[in-house]
């Protein structure tokens, strides 16, 4: 089946701080798709990207959609306490009968 | 009030017993997930519904059971609990033509 690698697994940084992580997939994927999860919650979706070389953000959240089709990042700058959960990327394939394959998260913690 | 809910929030049973944990939506999304979320292991489908009467397996759909006999409602039934099944179990919903999933608090079962 499909697998993504989402990469670091985790990140320890200073507030203030930028930070950046990616998924890689050896399949194509039409949409990328990031989460975050809160302590205790389900993951909530951050962004959404549709077409290769998009870029969006939201807020302090910025996020690309690789050209190949098979990866995509996300960047947080000048990282705040309230920024520290699991961060998941999702890709959807066509015809995946709208079933989501997710990476296995990059826990961020950010030291006030 | 309006949205996904799990229930209960924590369970925990013997080895043995069946088990089922509930979820609810108050849209009428036509898609719901099962994922467990395991260390290690990120988010993994065990089972989804593309509409009432309709389901399908996931990756991990061994000794677990679901039904979705209305589009509120999709429980799922742990047979015959093992350890192994000890987890943080979140429920989401899809409704056609939007992005992502919708995710649940999550109910966490510990099986002893």
Not at chain 1, 10 to 22: H, K, L, P, Y
Not at chain 1, 82 to 89: E, M, R
Not at chain 2, 15 to 20: A, E, P
Request: aromatic share 12%.
């Amino acid at each position: 089946g499909q697998q993504l690698n989402q990469s670091p697994q985790s990140m320890f940084i200073q507030e203030g701080e930028d930070v950046s992580m990616n998924c890689t997939s050896s399949s194509i994927f039409n949409t990328w798709l990031w989460y975050k999860q809160d302590p205790g919650e389900g993951p909530v979706l951050l962004i959404a990207l549709y077409k290769a070389g998009e870029l969006t953000s939201n807020g302090r959240l910025t996020a690309q959609f690789g050209i190949t089709r098979k990866d995509s990042f996300l960047n947080i700058s000048a990282s705040i306490p309230s920024d520290v959960g699991i961060y998941f990327c999702a890709g959807q394939s066509g015809g995946s009968n709208y079933k989501l394959t997710f990476g296995k998260g990059t826990l961020l913690t950010v030291n006030p | 009030d309006a949205g996904i809910t799990q229930s209960p929030r924590y369970k925990i049973t013997e080895t043995g017993r069946q088990v089922t944990l509930m979820c609810h939506q108050t849209w009428s999304h036509s898609y719901m997930f099962w994922y467990r979320q395991d260390l290690g292991h990120g988010l993994r489908l065990i089972y989804y519904s593309a509409a009432a009467d309709i389901t399908d397996k996931g990756e991990v759909p061994d000794g677990y059971v679901v039904s979705r006999s209305k589009t509120e409602n999709f429980p799922l039934t742990l047979e015959s609990a093992t350890r192994s099944q000890t987890s943080v179990y979140f429920c989401a919903t899809r409704d056609r033509g939007t992005d992502g999933y919708t995710f649940g608090s999550g109910t966490r079962l510990t099986v002893v």
